[in-house]
């Protein structure tokens, strides 16, 4: 074969396999963009129930029974952690793991904002928004290094390995958040129904 025509074959072979290779890693952004709108409706679906559920049955159960659904959805993803895993075996504990967030956070910001007096909510609340960021910044930083350590982005094989061994310890901190959920305080009676109580014992009419 001419050495010309044999260079000019070799070239376009590299860049077909190149163009294979960008729309092969474009499909799999999409996949997990398709994954974050899942996640995204889940969260938009469940919170406005959660923030309802807290003034029905308090914050403890909400916050113990949310962490521990998150701690659920990752140690799944950390089981089904292969390198030919699909997409759509993804979707269902990431919607366990979204739903027990949407559950827990709106329960854990009442039991901050019910600490404080009125006047002090507005400062309650920039701390809890803070530590909240600065605990996911926090815990990303821990995961990514859990990921390098235990795996990597070199082959398929080592990606999985490290995303098994980054989920399960995202899972065993959620336990850890469950248990912790349940030291909170019992649900605290309203005041005014205490004070209703009161005078309808004493006979003073409310």
Do not use: C, H
């Not at 050495?3 to 072979?13: F, H």
């Not at 729309?23 to 398709?34: C, D, I, P, V």
């Not at 709106?106 to 007096?117: D, E, G, K, W, Y």
């Not at 901190?173 to 349940?182: D, E, F, I």
Request: avoid cysteine.
């Amino acid at each position: 074969m001419d050495p010309e025509l044999k260079r000019l074959l070799d070239e376009n072979l590299a860049l077909a396999k190149e163009n294979n290779e960008m729309l092969r890693a474009m499909k799999r952004r999409a996949q997990w963009s398709l994954l974050g709108q899942v996640v995204f409706w889940g969260l938009f679906v469940v919170a406005p129930l959660g923030g309802g559920l807290v003034n029905r049955f308090g914050e403890r159960p909400l916050v113990a029974i949310g962490v521990l659904l998150q701690a659920v959805g990752t140690g799944w993803m950390a089981l089904l952690a292969t390198p030919d895993l699909a997409y759509a075996r993804l979707v269902a504990p990431m919607i366990v793991a979204g739903a027990g967030v949407s559950m827990a956070i709106p329960a854990v910001q009442n039991v901050v904002l019910s600490a404080v007096a009125p006047a002090e909510i507005g400062k309650a609340s920039g701390a809890f928004n803070m530590f909240r960021y600065l605990g996911g910044v926090f815990g990303i930083a821990l995961l990514v290094e859990v990921f390098a350590r235990a795996g990597g982005l070199a082959s398929p094989q080592a990606f999985s390995a490290g995303f098994a061994q980054a989920m399960g310890v995202g899972s065993a901190l959620s336990l850890l958040g469950a248990a912790v959920a349940l030291r909170l305080p019992a649900r605290r009676r309203p005041a005014f129904a205490t004070v209703d109580e009161t005078t309808t014992e004493r006979g003073i009419p409310s």
